[in-house]
């Protein structure tokens, strides 16, 4: 069926498609709506789902680590300083290996204040153990979600899907949803890892591990991590043969005979694409890579994809305050540190709280990026 949502409304639909059993949120923007609608769908009994309303964030996902160490399927909410208030809490729920499934209005975190969309809050939480991604349009979002659940259970590792704020959350596209019915028969009953109420198979979870043992649960940890991208992969190929929709963990936008490409995430792509087309029509060898998954980092996969390329620009919707480059062409740069031929690689920072991306700045990258020439090492596109 065919409707028109925004990213939040999408984003809660998809939430009472999937019927978890407990979502505990507390509200912040520009991602209230999303638990807002979906308390609506508990209090109209669409849902089976236990509400918990909490004080905080943090309490929020403690909440979540609690449900979801009980054997139950939870889902979350959250953007800005509500993510920053969880960053205690991340760890554990990734360390205890809890699949749960958070949605990201992405926004700025303070200070200054600013309720606009960028990428602060997601990407500072990236060594957090989340697998993390990033969706250029609702449809994107919605689809997301849905599969996210699938991935996190098989991978036994938390993942947060953000769309960017107010750019995504706040404006209506069409979007085709699917059947209530052929999302819960996709996803199937949730297969914990573990239940702490199963008391004929008693556990010990979140004791105290010193140098003995800790360690040994981080290597744990991380190798699951390392084995998430064929869950993802596999997962999608499902998605797209039940519902005929795929997305791609990277994905070469008329790349075929291009000489320089950008990178970026989230809904930036959009705007990339119209000037890719713009550019192309004056015969422009352009082309745009879009990066939908930042966590696992896909490097084979990037590695192989950049390698072709004279010159790569690297957009990031956030600042590393490092003095180098944004966090994405940090790691980037990394990637291809190791081979024989490298192509050049420029970093720039677009959008910081909400400011415009117009596909005129998404042109002056592209054409700079084809000239070869930097005249600094970072280049803040539309800051005064």
């Known amino acids: 069926m ?5 990213g939040n409304e999408a984003l809660a639909y998809a939430m009472k498609q999937i019927n978890p059993d407990v979502v505990a949120a507390y509200p912040i923007t520009p991602s209230t709506e999303i638990v807002q609608i979906f308390s609506n769908y508990v209090s109209d009994g669409e849902v089976d789902t236990e509400f918990v309303a909490v004080e905080s964030e943090h309490s929020a996902m403690t909440a979540c680590i609690g449900a979801a160490a009980c054997g139950c399927r939870v889902m979350t909410a959250t953007a800005s300083q509500g993510l920053a208030l969880m960053h205690e809490m991340l760890f554990i729920a990734a360390g205890l290996r809890l699949p749960i499934v958070m949605a990201v209005a992405s926004r700025s975190l303070s200070s200054p204040l600013n309720i606009h969309g960028d990428h602060s809050d997601s990407v500072a939480s990236r060594d957090s153990g989340w697998m993390q991604f990033f969706c250029e349009t609702v449809q994107e979002g919605y689809d997301t979600l849905i599969q996210a659940v ?12 953000a769309i960017d704020g107010f750019i995504l959350s706040h404006c209506q596209e069409r979007i085709e949803i699917f059947d209530d019915r052929d999302v819960r028969e996709f996803l199937g009953k949730p297969k914990p890892n573990y239940n702490l109420l199963d008391w004929r198979n008693p556990i010990l979870v979140g004791p105290a591990t010193l140098q003995d043992y800790y360690f040994e649960f981080k290597r744990s940890e991380i190798e699951g991590m390392n084995r998430a991208l064929p869950i993802i992969e596999e997962v999608q190929e499902e998605f797209k043969k039940r519902f005929g929709r795929g997305y791609p963990v990277l994905e070469e936008y008329r790349c075929d005979d291009a000489e320089a490409v950008v990178l970026v995430m989230g809904s930036a792509c959009g705007t990339c694409r119209v000037a890719v087309d713009h550019l192309r029509a004056k015969g422009k060898r352009v082309g745009m890579v879009k990066l939908r998954v930042f966590r696992p980092l896909v490097h084979p996969l990037l590695k192989k994809s950049l390698a072709k390329f004279k010159a790569v620009g690297v957009l990031d919707r956030v600042d590393a305050v490092n003095s180098y480059g944004g966090p994405l062409f940090t790691e980037v740069s990394s990637v291809l540190y190791d081979l024989p031929e490298r192509p050049k ?8 709280g909400g ?7 998404a042109t002056f990258v592209f054409e700079q990026v084809l000239s070869g020439k930097k005249d600094e090492l970072v280049t803040y596109i539309g800051v005064r």
């Open 150 to 161: 699938k991935i996190a259970e098989r991978a036994y590792l938390p993942a947060l899907v």
């Open 345 to 352: 690689l420029f970093s720039y920072v677009y959008g910081l």
């Open 355 to 361: 400011r415009e991306f117009a596909p005129e700045d």
């Open 2 to 6: 065919i409707v028109a949502k925004t």
